[in-house]
């Protein structure tokens, strides 16, 4: 991932709504490049393409330093409080709001989180209910390792 993923349009904030499960994985760029081509290929056949909201990072390193223990706590309070706004959330978590809202706007940037516009406030809004990370360990078997925060 990089800083300049497109932030997500209306519609499809909407889709991924009726979704519960984000799965995060690490791939590389040819594997990533690969697997959007197949599904590309598949809708242009008129395929169905039926698998889940992914996001791919590059690197074990990248993935573990977006989702840390602390940005994953940030997550789980946003899910289970429901704050209004980008302050409230930092008075949920007890932290500095501008740490808080650098890690919102990189969330929401990478699509893991939406932040909606609430009059002056930015309202972050988790949109899925299970976060499955999926590691490969065996990429000559492809065996995978799933583990769920």
């Given at each position: 991932m990089n800083d300049t993923t497109p932030p997500l349009q209306p519609m499809e904030r909407e889709q991924l709504r009726t979704e519960s499960t984000l799965v995060v994985t690490v791939k590389?760029?040819?594997?990533?490049?690969?697997d959007v081509t197949d599904g590309i290929e598949a809708l242009e056949r008129g395929d169905a393409v039926?698998?889940?909201?992914?996001?791919?990072?590059?690197?074990?390193?990248?993935?573990?330093?977006t989702l840390t223990?602390?940005?994953l706590d940030l997550i789980e309070a946003i899910h289970q409080?429901?704050?209004?706004s980008i302050n409230e959330?930092?008075?949920?978590?007890?932290?500095?709001?501008?740490?808080?809202?650098?890690?919102?706007?990189?969330?929401?940037?990478?699509g893991i989180i939406f932040l909606e516009e609430d009059g002056q406030s930015k309202r972050p809004?988790?949109?899925?209910?299970e976060l499955v990370i999926n590691l490969s360990f065996d990429l000559a078997t492809d065996d995978t390792v799933a583990a769920a925060p």
């Open positions: 590389s760029s040819s594997e990533f490049h690969d039926d698998s889940p909201p992914t996001i791919s990072f590059t690197s074990y390193d990248d993935l573990m330093e223990p602390r940005v409080e429901g704050p209004t959330t930092a008075r949920v978590v007890e932290r500095d709001i501008k740490n808080v809202h650098e890690e919102l706007s990189r969330l929401a940037q990478l809004v988790v949109w899925f209910n």
